[in-house]
């Protein structure tokens, strides 16, 4: 099973679920919502266009043998005025704000989301400035990344490495640091290493047998 991970562009924006291609939520606030609701599809490709050539990459799609399973979706608050109509805004200065994403309910569980979040925070690590990554929680879903709603479940976003940094009883504001993201893979391979010296410990030298000496060597 071929697994890779590609950045979001125009060219293969189609290939997220329809409910988040043809969505605006974050990209615009809620009046201008209404307005584009029938141009939805087009105004999610002017803001993708817009956010890669003014700030750069902002979004990962994972693919298993070549279908797409899996995506992210970030940019700096600025970019995201969608967000200003929670209770828990703003986003912190220092921080960019993952918006969306999902993953196939067959590949829950399999290490697809924080093979996402890993990739992002890769990405971002070489911008600077940048210390971490905060969304927008809801405390009433469940499970993996809904393609149904625009805003991650809670338990999603503690089970890739979040925390939560504003508390509110639905929406919350979680909050992840970006350098946590990277040494996932470090504790997987420690752990994978004590794992296997278990199964299969390394063998220690047999202790050296004394030498006996006949009765005649006797003295």
């Not at 993953?103 to 979040?117: D, T």
């Not at 499970?143 to 925390?163: I, M, N, Q, W």
Request: overall charge neutral; hydrophobic content about 40%.
């Amino acid at each position: 099973m071929g697994r890779r991970v590609a950045r979001l562009t125009l060219d293969n924006l189609a290939e997220l679920p329809s409910t988040c291609a043809n969505c605006v939520f974050w990209e615009h606030p809620a009046v201008r919502r209404a307005q584009v609701c029938d141009d939805a599809a087009e105004e999610k490709a002017a803001w993708l266009s817009e956010v890669l050539r003014e700030w750069g990459s902002c979004g990962r799609i994972v693919y298993v043998d070549e279908e797409p399973v899996g995506h992210l979706i970030w940019a700096p608050p600025v970019w995201v005025p969608g967000a200003d109509g929670f209770a828990t805004a703003p986003v912190s200065n220092d921080a960019v704000l993952l918006t969306t994403g999902y993953v196939a309910p067959s590949q829950r569980g399999f290490g697809v989301g924080r093979l996402l979040i890993q990739a992002m925070a890769k990405d971002l690590l070489t911008r600077g400035g940048i210390r971490a990554v905060e969304a927008f929680g809801d405390t009433r879903a469940s499970g993996g990344a809904s393609e149904r709603d625009c805003v991650l479940p809670t338990d999603f976003l503690l089970g890739v490495g979040f925390k939560t940094h504003r508390p509110h009883p639905t929406y919350p504001r979680m909050r992840m640091d970006l350098r946590s993201a990277l040494t996932w893979r470090e504790e997987f391979e420690v752990a994978l290493d004590r794992l296997l010296g278990a199964v299969h410990p390394s063998r220690q030298p047999a202790p050296a047998r004394p030498t006996q000496r006949s009765p005649r060597e006797v003295r």
